[in-house]
């Protein structure tokens, strides 16, 4: 079902015009610095740790600081993108700048690790706002046909931020201390609000009721999925309890769908195919992209025994490639249909993992280097696409449902992913160790004898270690080429959209 694209032609007139392009730049902006704050705390939460002296045997724990700020994240992501719809996108983006702003302060603040654990989830629910939201500004500044640019300039932003985290995290730690992570959000913050006002104007509001109820029941479902996945390598019955939430919320959700006169999610957004398919290709590229996030760095600093920063050096090789790719796959969805640059990028995540599963531990440059920029290219290029094929079939005033829940299901494809390489890995590594034969010395053994033994079991560990990662790049290669599938049903017939996008009125704010 398509509505005509909504304009505020009073707003237009007394307003000097400004270009889509210029009003975009503080939105971009936003989601960079919002990208930034999910990576960041991988380079300082060492520090924090010692700060809050937190010894190193509760390293789980101290994990929840990221782990809490996916829950936060993702949970809010659906309910939020359909405030949106019905009380602005600038009016929402803006109010979770501020709350984001207001959060990152009291993180600053914090005394304990488990205030700053709850502190960042509300934090991550802020965060989780501004991109699906930015995704459905786009759709207020630019007529369809001409959103693949713009929307590959927000991706490449949120991806630049996923990117700089480490770096600027590890940049503070040098020069700062571990609460300057958090208080330069705010200079940040008031960067990205007054030039937001001042170019942007007001967006479409639409006269639907927020289902708040049912926002409530999937963020819910999606908490509880989050926290189980987290704990699928300690069976027991917090586990247990964790998937049969996830499955009452998930329940009591659809139900509600059915009954509420305003759906969260309308449902004509499940009668097409081509948002259906687009949702579980990003459910599967999401679980796709996690595997080298994860396997890359962890590899290169275990069984290769590399410095930690290598194994940052070497994953950015991937990342990097990320925001070039978005806006190249934009651009192209401009000029063709949804499905030629989505294939085009599958093929190449598939091409690069299957090298990457090749390698040894002997791998060098250029062999590493290519594989890698080549994956992270591909993932780039995937990301409009699917986007588009997720919202530019709603109507106007459901874009940002539908961009909350498509950005979402991207990150529960990154959960599973981990959650499926962290309990099959640690299973599966002590299967294969567990056949060695352990080098005890034996009676009258001569010392030199014993050290060889020992050493050759080192190097077994270390191939089987190594042949593991290599198995965890074909669970990737697996999961883009399942991803293949759904991408074929997203088709989109650009003429037809464009006679039907016919300008309105609507209420600004």
């Not at 069984?303 to 994953?315: S, T």
């Not at 085009?344 to 040894?360: D, F, K, N, P, R």
């Not at 459901?398 to 962290?422: C, E, H, K, N, Y």
Request: proline share 6%.
């Amino acid at each position: 079902m398509i509505d005509p694209q909504i304009s505020n032609n009073k707003s237009e007139k007394s307003s000097p015009r400004i270009s889509p392009y210029l009003a975009l730049i503080p939105v971009a902006f936003g989601v960079f610095v919002a990208a930034d704050d999910q990576t960041v705390m991988v380079t300082v939460l060492t520090e924090i740790m010692i700060d809050f002296r937190v010894p190193i045997t509760q390293l789980d724990t101290a994990s929840w600081t990221i782990t809490a700020y996916l829950l936060g994240y993702v949970a809010a992501m659906p309910l939020i993108g359909r405030m949106s719809d019905a009380w602005g996108h600038r009016r929402v983006f803006a109010a979770a700048m501020v709350i984001f702003m207001i959060f990152s302060a009291f993180a600053a603040l914090a005394r304990s690790m488990e205030w700053l654990i709850a502190i960042r989830v509300f934090q991550a629910m802020a965060a989780g706002a501004m991109l699906p939201v930015a995704i459905a500004i786009v759709g207020d500044l630019f007529p369809s046909g001409q959103r693949g640019l713009a929307l590959g300039l927000i991706i490449g932003a949120a991806e630049a931020g996923g990117v700089i985290g480490p770096l600027w995290g590890g940049l503070v730690a040098r020069y700062l201390t571990w609460p300057w992570v958090f208080w330069m959000n705010i200079p940040l913050g008031v960067m990205t609000l007054i030039p937001l006002f001042l170019f942007l104007k007001p967006s479409p509001k639409f006269k639907s009721k927020v289902d708040y109820l049912g926002g409530i029941l999937i963020a819910l479902s999606l908490a509880s999925l989050t926290l189980g996945l987290s704990r699928i390598d300690r069976p027991g019955l917090m586990l247990t309890l964790f998937f049969v939430l996830t499955a009452v919320f998930l329940i009591a959700f659809i139900l509600r769908q059915k009954t509420a006169e305003d759906p969260l999610l309308p449902n004509s957004m499940f009668a097409s195919p081509t948002i259906v398919a687009a949702n579980l290709s990003h459910l599967l590229v999401g679980c796709a992209l996690i595997v080298g996030m994860v396997t890359i760095p962890f590899m290169t600093t275990t069984v290769m025994a590399q410095e930690p920063l290598e194994g940052g050096l070497r994953l950015m090789r991937m990342t990097i490639a990320m925001p070039v790719g978005a806006i190249l796959g934009g651009i192209a969805c401009q000029k063709m249909d949804f499905r030629i640059p989505s294939l085009i990028g599958l093929a190449l995540t598939i091409w690069g993992y299957y090298e990457m599963s090749g390698w040894s531990l002997s791998i060098s440059d250029p062999v590493m280097s290519i594989p890698l920029v080549v994956t992270g290219f591909g993932f780039g290029i995937l990301i409009s696409p699917i986007a588009l094929a997720a919202t530019e079939p709603v109507s106007h005033g459901d874009r940002g449902a539908a961009a909350g829940l498509v950005t979402a299901m991207r990150l529960v494809g990154m959960t599973l992913g981990l959650a499926a390489i962290t309990s099959w890995g640690s299973q599966r590594f002590f299967t294969l160790v567990s056949g060695l034969p352990l080098p005890i010395p034996t009676e009258g053994e001569s010392s030199d004898v014993s050290l060889a033994n020992i050493e050759a079991y080192s190097g077994e560990v270390m191939n089987i270690g190594m042949n593991l990662f290599t198995e965890f790049f074909i669970i990737a290669v697996v999961a883009s080429a399942i991803a293949l599938i759904p991408t074929m049903f997203m088709a989109w017939n650009h003429k037809k959209h464009l006679e039907a996008e016919k300008p309105a009125n609507s209420e600004g704010s």
